[in-house]
């Protein structure tokens, strides 16, 4: 590898379209293919080159996260406290500058949309920082030595959670910001005492290099080591792309990986993994991969009856947020038919109806969802209720039944579709109970609410599942409310009640896990303060 | 399945040959093929015979399982305590018997040897019991509302560990009764409040019987379901012996595994866990496999000169106890040549030699030792110090160098192997690095104790790593102290300072695990109040 001194990693909203290397820019890159991201708004190329990292790069930043474990400052909680604060104020004092090139990038609103993601993120790292300065989530435990224990004396035993080492991370495609470069598993890494090393992810390259420049400030800033955070890019589609993250999940440095994504990327990340040959012999590592769910949410008639168009309007917002694109998506409304279901699906439609710009991240993130509307379609006993419309001259035939013709150039737009399905149609077709990752919904319209707790333990793993109840007597409900809710705890990492899944607080207790489809770890969380123990692991010392 | 119901499960120190589904015995596997298990120390076959289980009856065992998950008592955290304690009761009301029971199908002295495996088996049920009671183990953590906050209300959150689910725990070999029936995995699993299926050890599935009985009774007695116990038999060599354990983890009922013996044991499993289907699709589920390890040992020689001779006793028992058969048998210890090693390797041959008569678990268990103790002799650098002898007629050429020939038949005896190895060997041969299931251990003399750290990193995933330091100054040794105990704590689950690994205690802080390939999951433990963890997964509850 062969690093260019940068003395000003200064707060600057540009990149240089280089990896950064244990706090130097690699050069490496670039004679290398190079590529560009485009303006989801648009479709048009921005002006920015990203080179792609090397495989030295690559080797150079494990090695460099490898030798920071030995830096005392990053046993130092108090220390690690200071880097996470520092980065938090450095991605705030980038300011509106920092939101107008991640929107250019992802189509995004810079407000509120980025600029509460921004938020959540900055929060997300103070909250580590404290979590980290609190000491408790070394989770210490000693047991005293009892001496005169016969017929041996009983030990003295000390055990707390040390860091496994450096860690990859893979950010997101759908949150720049939040689940990214200084996103949740970047930062309770970090909270853990386990360098880094960010893929960038090829949808948002340069919002990444921008954060990955405060990061690499503010280690220099608190005196953390070098190697602590490496920054690489890939994209453009050529063998790099996939090389890059290759090359970093089989690297003997690493010794576990963060992922969110898709499902197939994260169990290829998971398998590659497992597979890991080490000078030592086999060295499996894990992958802690948030993989999206279906989200389901089910409404009771009481429910519907007392404040039907108030949830048809939040869940309206939270199906078609961010054009759909968040893991917590509700993918699936399960509801009782009758005057109130009619009344909800007719609030449902005219939000749905109404809804006029819908710009995906990516085109090939489009393909994906257009396939998925495409596949839903050919399903008997699913009727499309409504799709949002196109601006002409985009929407060929706006009046035409179903889907029409979705563009395939220009702007990423695209349109949300609002599907109503019979109990059957979801007992039987596992598609519909499968994520369709854009601003798509599936309302059930059960014959009775007895169906609830059928169709409920059908659902796989799924990050999040929600109920709302009405104001009466839970007593009058064909089905027992406590079991319901365990089976919905038996299937979800948090269980909502009286709320949307979407809008994940950064809080200590949150839970954003569960059972396999939704993520490779169903014992861990991506989010909140027991997210640093996915680094983790617990020694304990015998004797003096 | 068919079952005969059997009013009595009294603490009978006599099996009745058959597996217990959900507290019947079944009558099913009388017609199949039945096996007997031996007496290690005749060779002989004991008088019992026990049916395999069938495919009815794991499939019973497990949709009881999954059925006693509804049960409320299982939920309840005194409840389970209660029946923890009344397991742990009626184990010891079995009294010298069931020593004796076990004593003949593992070779194992009734005294001291299994009456303080009987008794660490008893306190740890106990353990669990208070540490369940206690509530904590639930890690609950609760962030209040804050209706008020700009822009949106903060919502309350709890968040709790929750059962698994269904469990199937794999008994092991060489603990019959600490690590089987009623061993860590069973009992940290009920803890937990996961139903178990317990497959018996084939090696002693009459002890495993009487423990299931004790099991069974308590269950009755504290007014658990049913199905949070089973018990199956499996053995012989026939087909069934491998089918019993497949069936059950592939079933769809089961949550997670429990597994403690060889790494090609563990590693089979896991594989079939991670590849399983179900009804819903690809179903991996988690194998917590505990596969043993080389368990170094560092001894400098400053504790030589001090008090080399204890400590070549105390290493000498270490290894030598329960025929070496333990996964935290020192397998590899570390010195520097000079005066204080000679004397010590002289101790230590003494020891060695005058150890009269070893028993191993079962022909298979020494055919592999006898093979890794051939695999070593053909190692280069590496010599035998001293071999025991076994009584004549069964070492046909006492005075013969080297290993000899050992007994293919009648008592399953062996013999005490100490090598001496170069450090330049052990650096060179990785079979030297790992597990010898058996009374043998490599001394590694170093040219200096410079060269500690650099052994101490090509330890792969260790259970424990032990140091002896010498009371004077550790600033005179010629490696840094501090970072020798990162790279031991970065290599095992548990480092222990001046005493030997054997002898796990069982107390909340303890830590059984470490990273592969000492077992399947780096970041879980075996051992102590944490155990509990493994059959758990958090889950949030956001709202009123």
Redesign the interface.
């Known amino acids: 590898m062969s690093t260019s001194a940068s003395p000003s990693f200064t707060n600057s909203p540009t990149p240089a379209g280089l990896s950064i290397i244990a706090g130097a820019r690699s050069a490496a890159g670039e004679a290398v293919n190079s590529f560009a991201s485009f303006n989801p708004m648009t479709g048009g190329e921005l002006p920015e080159l990203y080179h792609n990292a090397t495989t030295e790069d690559v080797n150079a930043a494990c090695i460099a996260a490898a030798q920071a474990m030995?830096d005392p400052a990053l046993a130092d909680d108090q220390r690690r406290g200071d880097f996470l604060d520092d980065i938090a104020t450095r991605i705030e004092h980038m300011g509106d500058a920092l939101l107008e090139f991640a929107s250019q990038e992802t189509g995004l609103a810079p407000t509120?949309r980025l600029s509460s993601e921004r938020d959540r993120t900055v929060r997300n790292l103070r909250m580590f920082a404290s979590v980290v300065r609190a000491g408790q989530w070394r989770r210490t435990?000693?047991?005293p030595a009892v001496p005169d224990r016969e017929?041996?004396p009983?030990?003295r035993?000390?055990?707390h959670l040390?860091p496994?080492?450096p860690i990859a991370v893979f950010g997101s495609s759908n949150f720049p910001l939040a689940y990214s470069t200084a996103g949740t598993d970047a930062s309770s890494a970090l909270a853990a005492g386990c360098p880094i090393v960010v893929k960038g992810h090829p949808c948002h390259p340069g919002t990444g290099e921008i954060v990955a420049q405060c990061i690499t400030a503010a280690a220099r800033a608190t005196g953390m080591p070098a190697g602590i955070f490496s920054f690489l890019h890939s994209g453009g589609g050529g063998a790099r792309e996939s090389a890059v993250g290759k090359e970093l999940v089989t690297h003997n440095a690493i010794r576990a990986v963060g992922f969110t994504g898709s499902h197939a990327g994260g169990m290829a990340l998971a398998r590659l993994a497992m597979q890991r040959e080490g000078p030592?012999?086999?060295?499996?590592v894990?992958v802690f991969a948030e993989m999206g769910s279906v989200n389901p949410v089910f409404i009771t008639t009481a429910a519907l009856q007392e404040r039907g168009e108030e949830i048809a309007n939040q869940l309206s917002r939270s199906v078609l947020g961010s054009s759909g694109q968040q893991c917590t998506k509700p993918g699936l409304i399960v509801i009782e038919q009758g005057p109130a279901a009619d009344a909800f699906l007719s609030r449902m439609s005219i939000n749905f109806a109404g809804e006029g710009s819908l710009t995906m991240l990516s085109l090939r993130i489009r393909e994906a969802y257009h396939r998925r509307l495409m596949g839903t379609v050919a399903l008997p006993n699913v009727k499309l209720v409504v799709r949002s419309r196109l601006a002409p001259p985009l929407d060929p035939d706006p009046h035409a039944p179903g889907l029409g013709t979705l563009p395939n150039r220009g702007p990423y737009q695209t349109v949300a579709a609002l599907w109503r399905a019979t109990a059957a149609a979801v007992l039987e077709h596992?598609p519909l109970?499968e994520e369709t990752f854009g601003p798509s919904t599936v309302v059930v319209v059960c014959d009775s609410q007895a169906q609830f707790p059928e169709i409920a333990r059908?659902?796989?793993g799924t990050l999040t599942a929600s109920v709302f109840w009405g104001k009466a007597s839970l007593g009058e409900l064909p089905f027992d409310p406590v079991?319901f809710?365990s089976i919905l705890?038996?299937r979800?990492?948090?269980?909502?009640?009286?709320?949307v899944p979407t809008?994940v607080?950064i809080?200590?207790?949150?839970?954003h896990?569960g059972?396999?489809?939704a993520t490779s770890q169903?014992?861990s969380?991506a989010v909140?303060?027991?997210a640093i123990?996915r680094w983790?692991?617990?020694?304990?010392?015998?004797?003096?």
């Open positions: 030995e509120p435990f000693n047991d017929p041996t009983r030990p035993l000390r055990t040390v496994l080492g030592l012999g086999p060295d499996p894990r596992a109970r059908t659902i796989a079991s809710m705890m038996s979800a990492g948090r269980v909502i009640v009286n709320g809008g607080e809080s200590p207790a949150m839970v896990g059972p396999y489809p169903p014992q969380t909140g303060a027991r123990e983790c692991r617990p020694v304990c010392v015998q004797g003096e």
